[in-house]
Protein backbone atom coordinates (compact mmCIF):
# COMPACT_ATOMS: atom_id res chain seq x y z
CA UNK A 1 0.00 0.00 0.00
CA UNK A 2 1.23 3.43 -0.64
CA UNK A 3 -0.02 7.19 -0.63
CA UNK A 4 -1.68 7.84 -4.43
CA UNK A 5 0.61 11.95 -4.57
CA UNK A 6 -1.18 11.98 -7.62
CA UNK A 7 -4.22 13.15 -5.87
CA UNK A 8 -2.48 15.24 -3.56
CA UNK A 9 0.96 16.22 -4.18
CA UNK A 10 1.02 19.43 -2.26
CA UNK A 11 3.07 19.58 0.82
CA UNK A 12 1.19 19.55 3.79
CA UNK A 13 1.31 22.39 6.52
CA UNK A 14 -0.72 22.61 9.25
CA UNK A 15 -3.46 25.63 10.07
CA UNK A 16 -1.55 28.06 12.02
CA UNK A 17 -4.59 29.00 13.53
CA UNK A 18 -5.13 25.29 14.72
CA UNK A 19 -5.33 25.95 18.90
CA UNK A 20 -7.63 28.54 18.66
CA UNK A 21 -11.20 27.05 18.66
CA UNK A 22 -10.75 23.66 20.40
CA UNK A 23 -11.19 23.02 23.77
CA UNK A 24 -8.67 21.08 26.17
CA UNK A 25 -9.22 19.52 29.43
CA UNK A 26 -6.44 18.68 32.13
CA UNK A 27 -5.97 14.68 31.76
CA UNK A 28 -6.25 13.43 35.73
CA UNK A 29 -3.59 15.00 37.60
CA UNK A 30 -0.76 15.13 35.26
CA UNK A 31 0.75 17.90 33.11
CA UNK A 32 -1.27 16.58 29.71
CA UNK A 33 -4.03 18.42 27.75
CA UNK A 34 -6.31 16.33 25.82
CA UNK A 35 -8.68 18.01 23.03
CA UNK A 36 -12.56 17.20 24.31
CA UNK A 37 -12.60 15.36 20.99
CA UNK A 38 -9.47 12.90 20.07
CA UNK A 39 -10.08 10.49 16.99
CA UNK A 40 -9.90 6.88 17.32
CA UNK A 41 -8.52 4.85 14.18
CA UNK A 42 -10.31 1.65 15.01
CA UNK A 43 -12.21 1.36 11.32
CA UNK A 44 -11.50 3.51 7.64
CA UNK A 45 -7.70 3.22 8.30
CA UNK A 46 -7.09 -0.57 7.43
CA UNK A 47 -5.49 -1.79 4.42
CA UNK A 48 -9.45 -2.27 3.34
CA UNK A 49 -9.57 1.62 3.24
CA UNK A 50 -8.98 4.34 1.57
CA UNK A 51 -5.87 5.83 2.37
CA UNK A 52 -5.87 9.55 0.61
CA UNK A 53 -9.82 9.17 2.68
CA UNK A 54 -7.77 8.79 5.69
CA UNK A 55 -4.44 11.45 4.79
CA UNK A 56 -7.69 13.74 4.26
CA UNK A 57 -9.18 12.82 7.91
CA UNK A 58 -5.87 13.31 9.78
CA UNK A 59 -4.83 16.42 8.35
CA UNK A 60 -8.58 17.93 8.68
CA UNK A 61 -8.15 16.96 12.55
CA UNK A 62 -5.44 18.44 13.41
CA UNK A 63 -6.14 21.71 11.59
CA UNK A 64 -9.09 22.38 13.83
CA UNK A 65 -6.85 20.82 17.14
CA UNK A 66 -7.62 17.47 17.67
CA UNK A 67 -3.72 16.44 19.03
CA UNK A 68 -4.65 12.99 20.13
CA UNK A 69 -4.45 9.78 17.80
CA UNK A 70 -5.61 6.69 19.22
CA UNK A 71 -4.70 3.06 17.77
CA UNK A 72 -4.37 -0.21 19.17
CA UNK A 73 -2.21 -3.39 18.01
CA UNK A 74 -5.13 -5.30 16.48
CA UNK A 75 -6.82 -2.31 14.61
CA UNK A 76 -7.71 -2.50 11.21
CA UNK A 77 -8.65 -5.16 9.54
CA UNK A 78 -6.33 -6.75 8.93
CA UNK A 79 -4.57 -6.77 12.33
CA UNK A 80 -1.89 -4.59 12.67
CA UNK A 81 -2.70 -2.55 9.64
CA UNK A 82 -4.39 1.03 10.88
CA UNK A 83 -0.93 1.70 13.13
CA UNK A 84 1.22 0.74 9.34
CA UNK A 85 -1.36 3.61 7.75
CA UNK A 86 -0.79 6.17 10.45
CA UNK A 87 2.89 4.87 10.32
CA UNK A 88 2.94 5.71 6.68
CA UNK A 89 0.97 9.30 6.77
CA UNK A 90 2.96 10.02 9.99
CA UNK A 91 6.01 9.91 7.86
CA UNK A 92 4.33 11.66 4.91
CA UNK A 93 3.08 14.93 7.07
CA UNK A 94 3.31 14.87 10.54
CA UNK A 95 6.77 13.84 10.73
CA UNK A 96 7.49 17.55 11.72
CA UNK A 97 4.58 17.81 14.30
CA UNK A 98 5.69 14.75 16.24
CA UNK A 99 6.13 16.75 19.19
CA UNK A 100 2.35 18.22 18.64
CA UNK A 101 0.66 15.29 19.11
CA UNK A 102 -0.34 12.67 22.04
CA UNK A 103 0.12 9.27 20.11
CA UNK A 104 -1.66 6.18 21.78
CA UNK A 105 -1.25 2.08 21.27
CA UNK A 106 -2.82 -0.67 23.40
CA UNK A 107 -2.31 -4.63 23.47
CA UNK A 108 -5.11 -6.89 25.14
CA UNK A 109 -7.04 -8.75 22.91
CA UNK A 110 -5.92 -11.56 20.48
CA UNK A 111 -3.16 -10.15 17.88
CA UNK A 112 -0.90 -13.75 16.94
CA UNK A 113 -1.31 -17.09 17.11
CA UNK A 114 -0.35 -19.23 20.43
CA UNK A 115 -0.18 -18.93 24.10
CA UNK A 116 1.86 -15.35 23.94
CA UNK A 117 -0.39 -13.37 21.38
CA UNK A 118 -3.56 -12.26 23.78
CA UNK A 119 -4.31 -10.83 27.32
CA UNK A 120 -2.28 -8.87 29.72
CA UNK A 121 1.27 -11.37 30.32
CA UNK A 122 4.54 -9.36 30.31
CA UNK A 123 5.66 -11.47 27.54
CA UNK A 124 2.63 -10.28 25.17
CA UNK A 125 2.49 -6.70 26.36
CA UNK A 126 5.92 -5.96 25.94
CA UNK A 127 6.61 -7.56 22.49
CA UNK A 128 3.20 -6.23 21.29
CA UNK A 129 4.36 -2.43 22.14
CA UNK A 130 7.56 -3.39 20.58
CA UNK A 131 5.75 -4.26 17.18
CA UNK A 132 3.71 -0.99 17.43
CA UNK A 133 6.04 1.14 17.48
CA UNK A 134 7.99 -0.69 14.04
CA UNK A 135 4.97 -0.48 12.52
CA UNK A 136 4.01 3.53 12.78
CA UNK A 137 8.01 3.84 12.99
CA UNK A 138 7.62 5.56 16.10
CA UNK A 139 10.26 5.44 18.97
CA UNK A 140 7.93 5.67 21.77
CA UNK A 141 4.04 6.25 21.95
CA UNK A 142 2.83 8.56 24.30
CA UNK A 143 0.26 6.35 26.15
CA UNK A 144 0.20 2.44 26.06
CA UNK A 145 -2.74 1.05 27.57
CA UNK A 146 -3.85 -2.77 28.59
CA UNK A 147 -6.47 -3.02 26.48
CA UNK A 148 -8.57 -5.03 28.94
CA UNK A 149 -8.85 -6.98 31.85
CA UNK A 150 -6.90 -10.63 31.99
CA UNK A 151 -8.23 -12.48 34.93
CA UNK A 152 -5.28 -15.33 34.61
CA UNK A 153 -2.51 -13.14 35.15
CA UNK A 154 -1.56 -11.09 38.34
CA UNK A 155 -2.35 -7.71 37.71
CA UNK A 156 1.08 -6.93 39.94
CA UNK A 157 2.36 -8.30 36.21
CA UNK A 158 0.11 -6.78 33.96
CA UNK A 159 0.68 -3.05 35.59
CA UNK A 160 4.70 -3.94 35.93
CA UNK A 161 4.64 -4.33 32.36
CA UNK A 162 3.79 -1.16 31.67
CA UNK A 163 5.94 0.61 34.21
CA UNK A 164 8.76 -1.28 32.58
CA UNK A 165 7.80 0.21 29.27
CA UNK A 166 7.26 3.82 30.70
CA UNK A 167 11.02 3.30 32.36
CA UNK A 168 12.52 2.03 28.79
CA UNK A 169 11.43 5.50 27.34
CA UNK A 170 8.82 2.98 24.41
CA UNK A 171 5.71 4.91 26.61
CA UNK A 172 5.77 8.24 28.60
CA UNK A 173 2.58 7.65 30.08
CA UNK A 174 0.74 4.39 31.28
CA UNK A 175 -2.96 3.72 30.62
CA UNK A 176 -5.67 1.30 31.26
CA UNK A 177 -8.91 0.04 29.38
CA UNK A 178 -12.27 -1.42 29.86
CA UNK A 179 -11.27 -2.00 33.66
CA UNK A 180 -14.40 -2.17 36.02
CA UNK A 181 -14.25 0.23 38.24
CA UNK A 182 -13.10 -2.23 41.34
CA UNK A 183 -9.96 -3.40 39.26
CA UNK A 184 -9.21 0.14 37.86
CA UNK A 185 -8.49 1.53 41.76
CA UNK A 186 -6.42 -1.25 42.52
CA UNK A 187 -4.39 -0.96 38.75
CA UNK A 188 -3.94 2.49 40.52
CA UNK A 189 -2.61 1.37 43.35
CA UNK A 190 0.08 -0.70 41.93
CA UNK A 191 1.51 1.89 39.43
CA UNK A 192 1.42 4.50 41.87
CA UNK A 193 3.30 1.97 44.24
CA UNK A 194 5.71 1.42 40.91
CA UNK A 195 6.06 4.95 40.82
CA UNK A 196 4.34 5.54 36.85
CA UNK A 197 1.00 6.86 37.85
CA UNK A 198 -2.30 5.50 35.82
CA UNK A 199 -2.52 8.62 33.11
CA UNK A 200 -6.09 7.58 32.29
CA UNK A 201 -8.89 5.01 31.91
CA UNK A 202 -10.56 4.48 28.39
CA UNK A 203 -14.16 3.27 29.10
CA UNK A 204 -16.94 2.20 27.03
CA UNK A 205 -19.45 5.05 27.83
CA UNK A 206 -22.80 6.73 25.90
CA UNK A 207 -26.14 7.80 26.97
CA UNK A 208 -26.47 3.94 26.39
CA UNK A 209 -23.82 2.72 28.13
CA UNK A 210 -23.81 4.51 31.67
CA UNK A 211 -21.83 2.19 33.66
CA UNK A 212 -19.38 4.62 34.29
CA UNK A 213 -20.93 6.87 36.31
CA UNK A 214 -22.28 4.56 39.55
CA UNK A 215 -18.17 4.54 40.65
CA UNK A 216 -15.65 4.65 38.60
CA UNK A 217 -15.74 8.10 37.38
CA UNK A 218 -15.61 9.21 41.49
CA UNK A 219 -12.39 6.31 41.51
CA UNK A 220 -10.68 7.91 38.55
CA UNK A 221 -11.48 11.34 40.01
CA UNK A 222 -10.18 10.90 43.76
CA UNK A 223 -6.95 8.87 41.93
CA UNK A 224 -6.11 11.84 39.93
CA UNK A 225 -7.15 9.66 36.44
CA UNK A 226 -8.23 11.02 33.13
CA UNK A 227 -11.37 9.39 31.11
CA UNK A 228 -11.79 8.94 27.80
CA UNK A 229 -15.03 7.71 26.47
CA UNK A 230 -15.06 5.20 23.65
CA UNK A 231 -17.65 4.39 21.82
CA UNK A 232 -19.86 8.05 22.54
CA UNK A 233 -22.39 7.69 19.55
CA UNK A 234 -22.78 3.72 21.01
CA UNK A 235 -21.59 1.89 17.26
CA UNK A 236 -23.55 4.48 15.49
CA UNK A 237 -27.08 4.30 17.06
CA UNK A 238 -26.80 7.78 18.64
CA UNK A 239 -26.97 9.20 15.18
CA UNK A 240 -29.94 9.80 12.87
CA UNK A 241 -28.76 6.90 10.79
CA UNK A 242 -31.48 4.29 11.62
CA UNK A 243 -34.41 7.16 12.77
CA UNK A 244 -36.24 5.53 9.56
CA UNK A 245 -34.68 2.11 9.82
CA UNK A 246 -32.00 0.24 9.13
CA UNK A 247 -29.98 1.32 5.67
CA UNK A 248 -28.68 -1.47 3.61
CA UNK A 249 -25.28 -0.48 3.82
CA UNK A 250 -25.14 0.25 7.35
CA UNK A 251 -23.11 -1.18 10.11
CA UNK A 252 -26.22 -2.75 11.84
CA UNK A 253 -26.68 -4.52 8.71
CA UNK A 254 -23.52 -6.07 8.05
CA UNK A 255 -22.62 -9.68 9.25
CA UNK A 256 -18.55 -9.63 11.51
CA UNK A 257 -19.78 -6.22 13.69
CA UNK A 258 -20.33 -5.81 17.08
CA UNK A 259 -23.67 -4.01 16.44
CA UNK A 260 -26.63 -6.47 15.50
CA UNK A 261 -29.66 -5.47 13.71
CA UNK A 262 -32.03 -7.05 17.06
CA UNK A 263 -29.90 -4.00 19.27
CA UNK A 264 -30.67 -0.91 17.01
CA UNK A 265 -34.57 -2.09 16.87
CA UNK A 266 -34.98 -2.62 20.28
CA UNK A 267 -33.15 0.96 21.25
CA UNK A 268 -34.98 2.44 18.22
CA UNK A 269 -37.94 4.35 20.23
CA UNK A 270 -35.28 5.88 22.31
CA UNK A 271 -33.35 6.51 19.58
CA UNK A 272 -36.29 8.73 17.92
CA UNK A 273 -37.23 10.59 20.89
CA UNK A 274 -33.48 11.61 21.58
CA UNK A 275 -33.43 12.85 17.96
CA UNK A 276 -36.76 15.29 18.63
CA UNK A 277 -34.95 16.90 21.95
CA UNK A 278 -31.40 17.29 19.88
CA UNK A 279 -33.70 19.33 17.71
CA UNK A 280 -35.11 21.52 20.05
CA UNK A 281 -31.59 22.30 21.05
CA UNK A 282 -30.29 23.04 17.60
CA UNK A 283 -28.25 20.31 17.05
CA UNK A 284 -28.07 16.71 15.70
CA UNK A 285 -28.37 13.45 17.79
CA UNK A 286 -24.64 12.78 17.44
CA UNK A 287 -23.64 16.31 18.62
CA UNK A 288 -26.00 16.50 21.19
CA UNK A 289 -25.05 12.26 22.80
CA UNK A 290 -21.23 14.12 22.60
CA UNK A 291 -22.11 17.54 24.50
CA UNK A 292 -24.27 15.36 26.34
CA UNK A 293 -21.01 13.16 27.71
CA UNK A 294 -18.46 16.39 27.75
CA UNK A 295 -21.09 18.16 30.38
CA UNK A 296 -19.39 16.21 32.90
CA UNK A 297 -15.91 17.68 33.58
CA UNK A 298 -14.33 14.35 34.85
CA UNK A 299 -14.45 13.66 31.14
CA UNK A 300 -11.71 14.54 29.95
CA UNK A 301 -11.93 13.75 26.09
CA UNK A 302 -14.46 12.08 23.75
CA UNK A 303 -13.00 9.11 21.07
CA UNK A 304 -14.53 9.31 18.06
CA UNK A 305 -14.21 7.60 14.59
CA UNK A 306 -14.53 9.44 11.11
CA UNK A 307 -15.35 7.75 7.77
CA UNK A 308 -15.31 11.46 6.04
CA UNK A 309 -13.71 14.61 7.09
CA UNK A 310 -17.70 15.59 7.12
CA UNK A 311 -18.21 13.49 9.85
CA UNK A 312 -15.35 14.51 11.40
CA UNK A 313 -17.07 18.48 11.01
CA UNK A 314 -20.23 18.04 12.28
CA UNK A 315 -19.08 15.96 15.30
CA UNK A 316 -16.59 19.22 16.06
CA UNK A 317 -19.90 21.27 16.16
CA UNK A 318 -20.68 19.47 19.67
CA UNK A 319 -18.63 21.71 21.14
CA UNK A 320 -20.89 24.72 20.36
CA UNK A 321 -23.52 23.82 22.72
CA UNK A 322 -21.88 21.73 25.83
CA UNK A 323 -24.20 23.42 28.49
CA UNK A 324 -27.71 21.61 29.03
CA UNK A 325 -30.31 23.12 31.68
CA UNK A 326 -32.24 20.75 33.46
CA UNK A 327 -35.22 20.90 31.82
CA UNK A 328 -33.40 18.98 29.16
CA UNK A 329 -31.32 16.56 31.48
CA UNK A 330 -34.75 15.62 32.98
CA UNK A 331 -36.11 14.99 29.66
CA UNK A 332 -32.86 13.11 28.60
CA UNK A 333 -33.04 10.57 31.45
CA UNK A 334 -36.47 10.14 31.12
CA UNK A 335 -35.92 8.78 27.49
CA UNK A 336 -33.37 6.67 29.02
CA UNK A 337 -34.72 5.58 32.20
CA UNK A 338 -32.96 7.24 34.38
CA UNK A 339 -34.06 9.28 37.21
Known sequence: MRITDKTNPIEYRAQ???????????????????????????????????????????????????????????????????EESFGLLLKRDFAKYR??????????????????GNLGSRKYLIASCDQSLKRMGLDYVDIFYHHRPDPDTPLEETMSALDHLVRQGKALYAGISNYPADLAEKAACILKDLGTPCLIHQAKYSMFE???????????DDNGIGCIAFSPLAQGMLTDKYINGI???????????????????A??????QLQEIAQTRGQKLSQMA????L?????????????????LEENLESLDKLVFDEDEIRKIDDVL???
Open 16 to 82: EDRYDEMIYRRCGNSGILLPTISLGLWHNFGYLDNLENARNILKYAFDTGITHFDLANNYGPPYGSA
Open 295 to 311: KDDRVTSVLIGASSVKQ
Open 290 to 293: LSWL
Open 267 to 272: QLPKIR
Open 247 to 265: PKDSRAAKAMTYLEKEQVE
Open 210 to 220: RWVESDLLDIL
Open 99 to 116: DELIISSKAGFDMWPGPY
Open 337 to 339: GES
